[in-house]
């Protein structure tokens, strides 16, 4: 049982750069993978970046590649995103995920995920 919590969305011009926050609570993170997914208004779900929380290992959308960085603390049990250069169609809702049934295993689907969290609101603005 896993409790996740985001924070650090916000409005931003293009260009500009936030750092998203999920705090889980209710057990350790390790031999889990942790995720970011976003969601726009009207369209599906979609992975963004994703970390392997042992190791560190990480990977990314072809979006994200470049200009997010997905990283963790251990010791907070603490994910984080953050995002430079952002643009316009980064716009979304921001939701934290973990997998703890088969980690690794299909990382880039949402339904792989066996808890989320509520989302934090991501705007940019031309």
């Known amino acids: 049982q896993v409790q996740l919590v985001e924070s650090g969305g916000g409005s931003v011009q293009a260009g500009g750069s936030l750092r998203l926050s999920c705090v889980a609570s209710?057990?350790?993170?390790?031999?889990?993978?942790v995720a970011w997914f976003r969601q726009a208004p009207g369209k599906e779900r979609e992975f963004v970046a994703v970390?392997?929380?042992?190791?560190?290992?990480?990977y990314y959308a072809n979006s994200a590649k470049g200009r997010f960085t997905i990283s963790r603390d251990n010791a907070k049990n603490t994910i984080y995103l953050q995002m430079n250069s952002l643009k316009p169609e980064d716009t979304g809702v921001y939701y934290c995920a973990v997998d703890i049934l088969s980690p690794g295993t299909n990382y880039w689907t949402s339904y792989e995920y066996d808890y989320w969290g509520q989302g934090t609101q991501v705007t940019v603005s031309s």
């Open positions: 970390i392997r929380w042992s190791r560190g290992t990480t």
């Open positions: 209710g057990r350790t993170l390790d031999n889990t993978t």
